[in-house]
């Protein structure tokens, strides 16, 4: 979480320049996203009473050519009435534009909204209805995107880490085998769309009980909704760490998604696995930066267990869960 | 440059509910500080059309006694008419208040305005017009603050690393015998006021050529003003890395200040030493956060070698620069 790359007042005035959005009045970076720099901006706007805008340059894990993937993604879910931030196109009406020859840039509306940490029933039940929301709209965009942090990805990951697992943790070289049953067992043919993948709490914003922003869509693709719901059910329903089960608030975030979108049956009964296949996704992902990161290196390692404990309650209660 | 501590939505509503400044809208963590981690807040207002602020919290380095000074300095320099942000006090009437119960914060008027990397010689004139305004504002403020970063500190400091220096660049140690030729000439009896003492660009926001916020007063201390005259025009005058030296803009910035208020002749004698004592100042203190910092530390050292070009200006040219 940092800013990347410096932006004077004079790169800055000359990038916005390219937009019909008015002056620049103030440009602060801002402490969010792993992958981009980002930076709220203030101008005159269009018409002198002000405007905001979160400006992203895209610094490394992304692929150009997916790039409009992504930004026509928050255009036509913006436009389907979901709270989205929409892209500015520049003055040729382009939604990125290249900044100093090597990196992307693309202005993006400002949403109001917190993250929240301690989700209330009354706030997952909002974000499981708007992750629906976002399911049906997705169905009718055009584009497509390779879902490549599949389940068979996710395993091979996590053996790519074999020797180092024990010494992470002493349980987390069990978590391979259950990885392998899990792909013996998933489940084909699930009702697909565009899914967001990462919809954790620090990519929803909210006001109170309502859901005002669902932002990093970096991690969106083809892919199955109920596995979609699953990654956000892990993301919710736990304490942060994995410690504990908040059944309230997960019974209410399905409640909330099956109040625009029932589950179809085979949905229902594949929850489970899908949701120890989100706790895999999350293990081997933080076994790998953990393996990666230097234990000096001034920056917060992720501990892979706590996704294992979220594992070890969806692998014990998973079918009363979501029966 | 980072947020150091996680705030969650229920954390700043919680806070904010103890100002009236309306209802939380939105919190983001800005890239800004380094002893202290900074968000902008957006509220409601106090009238229902919005409102923006800094919310600061201080994380370390910082004597907690100290910060009525540092904020007591904000307010007084705003009531004098500087570009200098205010303090939003509590519904108590405090200034700053415990979060936590082991950290401090402050909210702070939020200022537009960015930051400029390559000056123009109006802006600089704008900035020395501006620092010599607030020199003469900060002889009526009644509190006052050791400098603690004294010359002599910083020749200790200096030498403190002796050991290491050459390893940096070999030209290094040589700075110690400049220095101890400072300490040795150092002028006595200048006038004095509270000066910034950390008047960078990037403590300055400007719209054009205009300044709209001088921030950052955390190591404002009692101090001779041409001191902090000098100061500023080191960080100024020079391209980044000090290998380049901007005449046109130094000679706005000096005229800037004495558009305002004149040097006084034993002033603008002790300019070139004064001078060459700021850049002994960011060489001991580069050099020693380069030694305490690892090499693979995922954090950008900053060359203490910048400051030895900016020195060597002052050494060889400082009675004509200043004349």
Redesign the interface.
């Given at each position: 979480?940092?800013?990347y790359t410096?932006l004077?007042?004079?790169?800055?005035?000359a990038l916005i320049a390219q937009y019909d959005v008015g002056e620049?009045?103030?440009?602060?970076?801002?402490?969010?996203g792993v992958s981009n720099s980002n930076w709220?901006l203030?101008t005159t706007g269009q018409d002198g009473n002000g405007a905001r805008f979160i400006l992203t340059m895209y610094e490394r894990r992304i692929d150009l050519a997916e790039l409009p993937f992504f930004l026509d993604l928050l255009d036509h879910l913006s436009s389907h009435g979901l709270p989205v931030p929409h892209t500015i196109h520049d003055r040729h009406g382009a939604s990125w534009r290249m900044f100093d020859q090597d990196k992307a840039v693309a202005l993006i509306e400002?949403l109001?909204?917190?993250?929240?940490?301690?989700p209330t029933p009354q706030q997952a039940h909002a974000v499981g209805a708007s992750l629906a929301q976002m399911h049906i709209a997705a169905l009718e965009f055009g584009e497509t995107r390779e879902d490549k942090l599949n389940v068979l990805h996710n395993l091979t990951a996590l053996q790519s880490c074999r020797e180092e697992l024990a010494h992470i943790d002493p349980r987390l070289p069990e978590m391979i085998e259950r990885g392998q049953r899990i792909c013996r067992d998933w489940p084909t043919s699930l009702p697909e769309t565009i899914i967001h993948s990462d919809l954790f709490p620090d990519n929803v914003?909210?006001?109170g009980e309502t859901v005002t922003g669902l932002i990093d869509f970096y991690f969106a693709s083809n892919g199955a909704m109920a596995y979609d719901l699953a990654v956000t059910h892990a993301a919710w329903c736990f304490d942060r760490d994995g410690s504990k089960f908040h059944a309230d608030v997960g019974d209410a975030l399905m409640q909330g998604y099956q109040s625009v979108r029932a589950l179809e049956p085979r949905e229902n009964a594949a929850m489970p696995i899908l949701a120890q296949a989100a706790c895999l996704r999350f293990v081997a992902s933080r076994a790998q930066d953990w393996i990666d990161t230097?234990p000096?290196?001034?920056?917060t390692r992720k501990d892979p267990m706590d996704f294992v404990r979220r594992w070890d309650v969806y692998a014990e209660m998973g079918d009363r869960l979501f029966a």
């Open positions: 979480m940092a800013v410096h004077s007042a004079e790169d800055l005035a620049l009045v103030s440009a602060k970076g801002i402490a969010e709220i203030e400002y109001p909204g917190v993250s929240v940490d301690r914003l909210m006001l230097p000096d290196a001034h920056v």
